[in-house]
């Protein structure tokens, strides 16, 4: 490594380290129905060291966004879902709904599911409400949640677990491709990284918003990018307790 790479890995270090110790006390969290901003279809997950909120997008004018949280074991993403799912409990425009082995938000989510059973049972509620949505003449050309029409994120927690049932891979694969136009979108929670072998995260999720934790001595902190292409940020949500 030449001196002047030495150098700017040096500082490039120093950036995250300062970074780190700014998001070592993060502020209280607002209230779940002020997390989403209708306006710009995205919810706030937390703060970046500057300050300024960290925030997730959950729809767009094409449509629902699907969200993969990969995590460490301890990292902070159960706390991370359930920021989100209290926010999308508390909004008229969206409607949560959580697979999770772990527990599935009782009284939060609009559906839940705790075993691998009730998980395809959910999904394929899911996947008929998709048909149902996608034949309806009413479609917009710019895609926009309301009351009577809202936003369904789907959570599936510790996906790595959930994915061992073959019908339950096929049932999400078939949401996480056409999902978007039906206004129902995908939350997949991984441990690391995605098995090259699973089809469901190389082919539908393949550019789906990205949300990493992995730090464990620090809960909650993690990095995130607010597009494909943009560089990802530190960040860090806020702890159970705010």
């Not at 879902?81 to 409990?89: T, Y």
């Not at 409607?95 to 959910?122: H, I, N, S």
Request: a negative charge; proline letters at 8%; glycine letters at 8%.
């Amino acid at each position: 490594m030449t001196s002047a790479a030495a150098l700017a890995r040096y500082t490039e270090l120093t950036r995250q380290h300062e970074e780190t110790a700014q998001l070592a006390d993060p502020a209280p969290r607002p209230p779940a129905d002020q997390l989403i901003d209708t306006a710009t279809g995205t919810a706030a997950i937390g703060r970046y060291a500057d300050g300024t909120v960290a925030r997730v997008p959950l729809w767009n004018t094409n449509g629902a966004v699907h969200l993969h949280i990969s995590a460490r074991t301890g990292s902070g993403s159960s706390t991370l879902i359930d920021h989100l799912v209290a926010a999308e409990h508390a909004c008229p425009l969206t409607e949560p709904w959580v697979a999770d082995p772990y527990g599935a938000r009782p009284g939060l989510a609009a559906r839940t599911a705790t075993t691998k059973a009730d998980t395809v049972t959910l999904l394929r509620e899911a996947v008929g409400l998709l048909h149902g949505r996608l034949g309806d003449p009413g479609d917009r050309a710019a895609y926009s949640p309301s009351p009577e029409r809202p936003l369904i994120t789907i959570t599936l927690g510790d996906w790595p677990h959930l994915s061992t049932c073959e019908e339950t891979v096929r049932l999400a694969e078939e949401i996480a491709l056409t999902g978007r136009l039906a206004g129902i979108s995908l939350r997949v929670e991984s441990w690391g990284l995605f098995p090259a072998a699973t089809p469901l995260i190389t082919t539908a999720l393949a550019h789906a918003h990205q949300v990493a934790l992995t730090a464990r001595l620090t809960p909650g902190l993690g990095t995130h990018a607010t597009h494909p292409l943009a560089p990802a940020r530190l960040f860090r949500t806020w702890t159970p307790e705010q």
